[in-house]
């Protein structure tokens, strides 16, 4: 599957952005989908992921209560509406796709990437 992402931007901080991956080329209803970030200096770290179906999904802390994800198969999208934005959100955003069906956080377990959208929030 080939995976499109979009909708990074400037935003300040407190604002929202949504970032959208579309798929290409498999079923996506078949892969659990996920988004990583990047901060400059900073490793990959995992940010949310969604199952199948999109009834389950799971956040890393830091975006809790902030950050929602959801899917829509039909369209062969994922999204990631991001509110509350911090400065410390600040990276490239990436988004995933694995077979199977836990809900993993480790970016080895994922075995296709897009090619990043970057966000940036200014303080």
């Known amino acids: 599957v080939q995976l499109q992402a979009s909708g990074g931007g400037l935003v300040q901080a407190g604002g929202s952005l949504r970032l959208s991956c579309t798929a290409f080329g498999r079923t996506f209803s078949r892969y659990v989908m996920g988004w990583f970030r990047q901060a400059p200096g900073k490793e990959r770290e995992f940010v949310a992921a969604?199952?199948?179906?999109?009834?389950?999904?799971h956040y890393t802390d830091s975006v809790k209560g902030r950050f929602t994800m959801s899917r829509d198969n039909p369209k062969n999208t994922m999204y990631l509406q991001m509110n509350s934005l911090k400065p410390e959100d600040t990276a490239v955003y990436y988004c995933?796709?694995?077979?199977?069906?836990?809900?993993?956080?480790?970016?080895?377990?994922?075995?296709?990437w897009g090619q990043g959208t970057e966000v940036t929030v200014s303080s």
């Open positions: 995933a796709a694995r077979t199977g069906s836990e809900l993993v956080v480790g970016t080895n377990l994922y075995g296709y």
């Open positions: 969604i199952s199948w179906s999109g009834g389950y999904t």
